[in-house]
């Protein structure tokens, strides 16, 4: 079984694994570390697309157009994600959740 490809990482150690992605429809599953302080601000995707988070460790907050929304372990959220985003980490543990991407 291949390595999930590291699609992104910053130099505080937060790091975006692409673990899979179906073509018709377009579905892409992500596992993602923020780490203490960490910041991502994501372009919009094409309208209509949204995003599923499942927060395995720590504390994650999305910060969309209407504001801020904090997850915890277990928790999750869906999100439209033709908007602008960032998944941000506010506290002294890593965040660890999973993102599954629709329609983008």
């Known amino acids: 079984m291949p390595k999930a490809p590291l699609v992104w990482q ?5 790091t975006a694994l692409l673990l899979g992605a179906t073509e018709n429809p377009r579905a892409e599953l992500w596992r993602w570390t923020l780490a203490p302080g960490g ?4 372009e919009p ?26 997850f915890g372990p277990g928790q999750s ?14 506290h002294a543990e890593p ?4 993102r599954v991407v629709t329609g983008a």
């Open 10 to 14: 910053s130099p505080d150690g937060s």
């Open 77 to 90: 959220a869906v999100i439209a994600s033709d908007q602008q985003h960032a998944y941000l980490n506010e």
């Open 95 to 98: 965040a660890v959740f999973m």
């Open 39 to 42: 910041r991502y601000d994501a």
């Open 45 to 70: 995707d094409r309208p209509g697309a949204q995003e599923l988070h499942h927060v395995l460790s720590g504390r994650l907050t999305l910060a969309l157009e209407a504001g801020r929304q904090e």
